[in-house]
């Protein structure tokens, strides 16, 4: 469910614009904006002649607003022509210390930059974790190492620590789709909250599992179960660098499990344990 307000950035760009339709472009954006489906809704449209550079037609081009996910367009194409569509992503996967026998004396070191795919679970053509980590002990194992004595540490350095924007809202900082972006991202930085439900309208439903499991995560749960059918009306609340979560709101009653989506705190820790064994 969508539970972001409405706000809308358009970006249209048009090649050798007539003066008539740079009249018809401006009719249609001012109807558009006149709209009463809107009437609560922030609104900025900008249409540019892009062989003038000049503006042809615009409702409030110069409203601050709040990204919605259409501006991943532009990023993405700017990605694309930045980069170009056969860019690869790196991430290495490095041992420190010595091999005795079958057992690694050290550490093992997962070095990220920048991948945003690594351990998706949604992404097309992306390899999900279960894959990917039988894929790493399969590359230790064919170093002849069965045992780490050591940790797995994962190294996020590649971008600064700032990845959540300093403007981001209360309410979206804490949830999956603000988790930002880091050298190293497992999984998308996120996980599933998943609630035991219950019939009783009213009741705090059992926080059942964290999947996939992050360590030291501590959670307020303050959620109530709504009538069925409300859909999902929780929000968890926690600043970044820290492991204490919020979460308020409501899920609908029912039987079963019910998930909700959170990003990592662990993430944001440049240098931190995946895994490890003594």
Known sequence: MNKKPWFFLFF????SLSAAQHAGIQR??????????LKHAGVG???VDIQTNQMAASHLPHLSLVPASSLKV????TAMA????????LTQLEIGGTIQGKTLQGNVYVTG???PTLGSPTMPGAMPMEALMAKFREALANKGIRTVNGYVVGDGTWFPADAAGRG???ADLGNYYASGAWGLNLHENFYFLRFQRSASVGATPRIALIEPHVPGLEFFNEVKQATPQTGDNAYIFGAPFTGLRYVRGTIPAGAGQFAIKDHSPTRHISWHIISGRR
Do not use: C, E
């Open 12 to 15: 249209m760009a048009y090649s």
């Open 28 to 37: 249609a954006v001012q109807q558009f904006a006149a709209d009463p489906a």
């Open 45 to 47: 449209i900008s249409v």
């Open 74 to 77: 532009v990023t993405s194409s």
């Open 82 to 89: 930045v980069l170009g569509s056969s860019y690869r992503f």
């Open 113 to 115: 930059f920048g991948d």
């Open 168 to 170: 981001w809202a209360w």
